[in-house]
């Protein structure tokens, strides 16, 4: 009989779950900030980088019931999981904006 312990299956990292997006897609984008000049183009500019058809015309702005914060819902063609995160990754280290939902 041998003193050597059985060996240990490695086990291989699980594969990524299915999307349940079907790419490509219209997909929104809130971005909330406060309320200060320079906010909306800045998002304008970011979605512009990740989808060059993006249309600023399609933005909706919502403003806090203060009127110290805005809401500005963006609608990006989405192509990809990883264009999703690095637009989100994009906006949420941008200075002027608070959070991204």
Same mark, same amino acid.
């Given at each position: 009989? +041998?003193? !050597? *312990?059985?060996? !240990?299956p490695?086990? /291989?990292?699980?594969?990524?779950?299915? /999307?349940?997006?079907?790419? *490509?897609?219209?997909?929104?984008?809130?971005?909330?900030?406060?309320?200060?000049?320079?906010?909306?183009?800045?998002? +304008?500019?970011?979605a512009?980088?990740?989808?060059?058809?993006?249309d600023?015309? !399609?933005?909706?702005?919502?403003? /806090?019931?203060?009127?110290?914060?805005?809401?500005?819902?963006?609608?990006?063609?989405? !192509? +990809?999981?990883?264009?999703?995160?690095?637009?989100?990754?994009?906006? /949420?280290?941008?200075?002027?904006?608070?959070?991204?939902?």
């Open positions: 009989m +041998s003193d !050597t *312990p059985p060996s !240990t490695v086990s /291989s990292p699980s594969p990524e779950p299915p /999307s349940l997006i079907i790419y *490509p897609c219209a997909f929104p984008i809130k971005v909330m900030g406060l309320k200060v000049e320079g906010l909306v183009h800045a998002i +304008s500019h970011i512009l980088q990740f989808d060059p058809q993006f600023a015309a !399609t933005i909706e702005l919502r403003e /806090s019931k203060g009127g110290k914060y805005i809401g500005v819902t963006i609608t990006i063609n989405a !192509t +990809s999981r990883e264009q999703l995160d690095e637009i989100y990754r994009t906006l /949420s280290t941008h200075p002027m904006v608070k959070v991204v939902l």
